[in-house]
C-alpha cells in the first residue's frame, strides 16, 4: 500500500493539468475542499435514478392523457397538446435502455420467486463484497476519456481523480496502521511489565541496568504462512511491530494512576508506567530521575502449516518478503548486541541459554542466509529465540489464532527449556536424525505432555469447544516433526472442514 501511495504521488507530480474548453463554468469544474456532503454515486444508482424519472414522466403523461381524454376542452387538455407539439420526445441513452431493461428483468424474477432462500456464506460475501464497492463509487475512478490530440493525463478531471485516489489509500493505510499498532502496543506494555516485576522480584540489577543503558529488547516469533490471506497478516504485522521502536517507556514512582502515552515532538511516544515506592527505590538512578527505555523490536517468520508447504513448491513471492523480513531483523538483532557488548559486557546470560550469544547469533545468520524457498527452516525460530533469551529480551509468540500453531511453538519452547541439553537438541534438528532417545525425543515428549495435558489445550477448548486442536491427520502430517500434536489431541477429517474456526 505504501508502495501505490507513492506511485500515486510520483503521478501527481508529473502531471501538468491545464484548462480545455467546456460548455460548463469554472465554478462546476471544481470540487471546494470544504465539500464534504459531494458524493459520486455508483453506477447501479445512477441508473435506477434514471429509470425512476423515466417511470414518473411515464406516469405524469399518463394521467395527463386521461384527464385530456376525459375532457377535451379542458386548459390540461389544451396544455398537453401543446406540450406535445412544442417538447420534443427525449433520446433514450444507452444507459437508460440498458437500467430499464435490467429493471424489467429484475421485477419479472422477483414475480415468480415464491419462496425466500437463506444467503449462502458466498453471497454475504458477495453482499459485503457489492458494499465495499459502493464505498469507493463515491471516489472518481482512474480512467481518462480519450480525446482528439489531447493527453487525458494533462486534464484537472484526471488530477482530481489521482487526489482523490491517494487521499483513499491514505486514510485506509492510517486506519490499518492504527489498528495494527494498537495491538503490538497491547503486546509490548504486558511483555515490558512481566519481564520488569521478574526483575524487580529476582533483584537482577544487571538486566535493570542493561535496560536503562541499552534499552528494551523484544523478539517476535511468526507462524503464518506466506501464502494467501496470511500474506497480508505478515505485512501488517511488519509494519506494527517495527513501529514500536518510536515508543519508550518511563517509570513513575506512583502506585495510583494507570498506564499512560503520551507523545513527544523529539522522542516520539512515551509510556508511562507505575512503580510502587518500595521497588522504585530498588532502579538505576538514571531511571529514577526519568530517564527513558528505548525499545528494540524484532521479528523472525517462518510458517509451518500445509499453506506454507504449498507457498514453497509454488514458488510464492511471499517467500521472499519473509527472508527480507528475517534478513532485517537480523541486523538489528546484532546492532543490539553490539550496544550490549560495549556497555554490559558478555557472558551474563550463558547460564540461561546454555551457550555464549555470540554463538548463538552465528548460528543464527547461517540459518538466515541458508534460507530458501524449497523447505521449512523452522531452525531460524529456534535459534533467534536463544539469541533474545541471552541478551535478556521479552518473547511473544503468535499465528492466525494464538491457539493450534501457537501452542504447538510455545510447548516446544518450554520443553527445551526444562531439557538444559539445548545444544544437542539444536544439533540433532538441524542434521534431520535423533538417536534412539536422545535430547531431541526427550524434548518430543515433554512437549507432547504439555500439549495433551496442559494449559494449551484448555485454550482451544475456550475457543472451539472441544479439547481438540484444529488439525487433522493430513494438516499434522504436513508439518515440522517437532511441531506435530499427539494424535489424541487432532480432529477428525470430517471435524476439521466442518467446523472450521480459522
Known amino acids: 500500500m505504501e508502495l501505490e501511495m507513492h506511485n500515486f504521488q510520483s503521478v ?99 414475480s415468480k420467486r415464491r419462496f425466500v432462500k437463506k444467503k449462502s456464506s458466498r453471497q454475504l460475501d458477495q453482499k459485503n463484497s457489492d458494499e465495499k464497492s459502493a464505498v469507493y463509487a463515491k471516489y472518481p475512478t482512474l480512467r481518462a476519456e480519450l480525446e482528439e490530440g489531447v493527453d487525458p493525463t494533462t486534464s484537472i478531471n484526471y488530477a482530481v481523480r489521482m487526489l482523490c485516489r491517494l487521499e483513499m489509500l491514505r486514510t485506509e493505510y492510517y486506519l490499518r496502521k492504527t489498528v495494527a499498532v494498537s495491538q503490538s502496543v497491547s503486546s509490548l506494555v504486558t511483555c515490558f511489565m512481566a519481564e520488569l516485576d521478574l526483575c524487580l522480584q529476582e533483584r537482577n540489577d544487571e538486566v535493570l541496568d542493561q535496560m536503562a543503558k541499552v534499552g528494551f529488547l523484544i523478539g517476535w516469533e511468526s507462524l503464518i504462512s506466506s501464502h494467501g490471506k496470511e500474506l497480508y497478516m505478515i505485512s501488517d504485522a511488519w509494519v506494527a511491530i517495527k513501529c514500536l521502536e518510536t515508543f519508550s517507556f518511563k517509570l513513575c514512582e506512583r502506585t495510583d494512576m494507570e498506564v499512560v502515552v503520551e507523545k513527544n515532538d523529539e522522542t516520539g511516544y512515551i509510556i508511562k508506567v507505575p512503580v510502587p515506592a518500595a521497588q522504585f527505590s530498588m532502579l538505576p538512578e538514571s531511571l529514577q530521575l526519568g530517564g527513558l527505555i528505548s525499545v528494540t523490536s524484532v521479528l523472525f517468520t517462518q510458517g509451518i502449516n500445509e499453506m506454507q508447504s504449498l507457498a514453497n ?47 548463538i547469533l552465528r548460528n543464527l545468520r547461517v540459518s538466515v542466509e541458508s534460507e530458501n524457498s524449497a523447505s521449512k527452516n523452522t531452525c531460524i525460530l529456534l535459534h533467534a529465540a536463544d539469541a533474545v533469551r541471552s541478551l535478556n529480551g521479552g518473547r511473544v509468540t503468535y499465528c492466525k489464532s494464538g491457539k493450534d500453531r501457537t501452542a504447538m511453538s510455545t510447548t516446544l519452547e518450554q520443553a527445551r527449556l526444562l531439557v538444559q541439553r539445548k545444544r544437542h537438541v539444536l544439533e540433532e534438528i538441524e542434521s534431520g536424525g535423533a538417536t ?23 485454550v482451544a477448548k475456550k475457543n472451539v469447544g472441544r479439547f481438540k486442536y484444529s488439525f487433522n491427520s493430513l494438516q499434522r502430517k504436513l508439518l515440522p516433526e517437532i511441531y506435530r500434536p499427539p494424535m489424541s489431541t487432532i480432529q477428525d477429517m470430517v471435524t476439521s472442514v466442518t467446523a472450521r474456526d480459522s
Open 436 to 458: 534412539e532417545y536422545g535430547p531431541l525425543e526427550e524434548v518430543k515428549d515433554v512437549a507432547n505432555t504439555m500439549r495433551e495435558f496442559g494449559v494449551r489445550i484448555h
Open 12 to 110: 501527481l507530480e508529473k502531471s501538468t493539468p491545464r484548462l480545455m474548453g467546456s460548455p460548463v463554468s469554472d465554478s462546476n469544474c471544481y470540487i471546494p475542499e470544504d465539500s464534504s456532503d459531494f458524493f459520486y454515486p455508483p453506477v447501479e444508482d445512477e441508473n435506477e435514478a434514471e429509470v425512476e424519472d423515466d417511470v414518473r414522466s411515464s406516469d405524469s403523461g399518463i394521467s395527463s392523457d386521461a384527464a385530456a381524454s376525459s375532457n377535451p376542452g379542458s386548459p390540461t387538455a389544451a396544455a398537453s397538446a401543446g406540450a406535445v407539439e412544442i417538447a420534443p420526445k427525449k433520446k433514450a441513452t444507452k444507459y437508460s435502455i440498458m437500467a430499464r431493461k435490467a429493471a424489467a428483468a429484475r421485477a419479472k424474477a422477483l
Open 313 to 359: 513448491m509454488v514458488g510464492h513471492a511471499g517467500v521472499s518478503i519473509q527472508r527480507k523480513i528475517n534478513s532485517t531483523s537480523f541486523r538489528s538483532i546484532s546492532e543490539y548486541y553490539n550496544r550490549f557488548t560495549e556497555v554490559c559486557g558478555i557472558g551474563m546470560s550463558e547460564v540461561s541459554v546454555g551457550s555464549h550469544p555470540d554463538e
